[in-house]
């Protein structure tokens, strides 16, 4: 199992208990520690379509919700399908 990384400048809260139904939690985000963060950890950012992209987990825990890095990296050369069969190659099911 991989070391748990949590981008830093994201800041995620439970929800208020007035708050309704549909809402799970309020995040703040702090651009300058997020900046800082992601210069300093581009070896996490993938691409897609030519852009860099942050892959975040949104995760439920003991103390409501949160973001974890996801470092998940499809092997080498691997395809996935979608549901109707179609061979993906960037592993999206669209």
């Known amino acids: 199992m991989s070391e748990k990384i949590y981008p830093k400048g994201i800041m995620c809260f439970p929800k208020n208990e007035k708050a309704p139904e549909f809402v799970l939690g309020t995040m703040v985000i702090t651009p300058n520690q997020l900046m800082q963060w992601l210069r300093e950890n581009e ?14 987990q949104v995760l439920n825990g003991n103390k409501g919700i949160y973001l974890q890095v996801d470092t998940y990296k499809k092997a080498e050369g691997a395809t996935t399908s979608n549901q109707n069969g179609a061979v993906t190659e960037d592993g999206l099911p669209f």
């Open 43 to 56: 070896g996490l950012m993938s691409e897609y379509k030519g852009e860099k992209q942050l892959r975040c």
